[in-house]
């Protein structure tokens, strides 16, 4: 049912948007071969009319196939029932990571996120990762202009530290955080969620199921493919994996106790660390 998800204010710039998000990055990249684009579309709806506005995606994500992934799903009224975020940051030149903050990349990469998500206005644009070689000043006085172009709406920041974070929003208002915060991920908690407080920036927390982890347990591992680019995470080789499904065994335990599944017991944590935040 539409409306279902309740709406809150992210950041103090006047973005509203559902309590819940959806992220959009393992349908096409990173868990795996992409899946087959009408079933992501018709999840994609399903989560509109379920009342989830805020669709998380990237450039990097593919590369470039999410962005037009969203961009099919949104079409026949769906883009103005959402708020779209994506990212720039990150780019693969001859096969090479690198990370980028520079001006010219950073509005060639808007320009690009435009027409791949064929629109004409990005709700939320997040720097994914921070360039050091580049002072963050330098990098969020070209999103500002974009702002002020009219090509994007509010500015957001990605695995950024505390002091980056207060740099940028010295330039601009920074709207959003993006961190990973989950019952596995919690060294957020010490100095940059308090500094989004502080400043009344929004956060976003991805991987709020410890990258499928809360829904499957240690079996999520079984069912990595060659693509899958968690089977090198720490958190996923043996030697951890056993200490890890003891801490799965007890928040299976106390998700029992409650009536709900142990996906829907991370869910609620995260949902439960404040109102600033999804």
Partial sequence: MAGAVKRIKLGSQGLEVSAQGLGCMGMSAFYGPPKPESDMIALIHHAINSGITLLDTSDIYGPHTNEILLGKALKGGMRERVELATKFGISYADGKREIRGDPAYAR?????????????????????????????????????????????????????????????????????????????SRDVEAEIVPTCRELG??????????????????????????????????????????????????????????????????????????????
């Fill in 108 to 184: 060639a990469a808007c320009e690009a996120s435009l027409k791949r998500l064929d629109i004409d206005c990005i709700d939320l644009y997040y720097q994914h990762r921070i360039d050091t070689r580049v002072p963050i000043e330098v990098t969020i006085g070209e999103l500002k202009k974009l702002v002020e172009e009219g090509k994007i709406k509010y500015i957001g920041l990605s695995e950024a530290s505390a002091s980056t974070i207060r740099r940028a929003h010295a330039v601009h208002p920074i709207t959003a955080v993006q961190l990973e915060w989950s019952l596995w």
């Fill in 201 to 278: 920036i929004g956060i976003v927390a991805y991987s709020p199921l410890g990258r499928g982890f809360f829904s499957s347990g240690p079996k999520l591992v079984e069912s990595f493919s060659k693509e899958d680019f968690r089977q090198y995470l720490p958190r996923f080789q043996a030697e951890n994996l056993e200490h890890n499904k003891k801490l799965f065994e007890r928040v299976n335990e106390i998700a029992t106790r409650k009536g709900c599944t142990p996906s829907q017991l991370a869910l609620a944590w995260v949902h439960h660390q404040g109102d600033d935040m999804l």
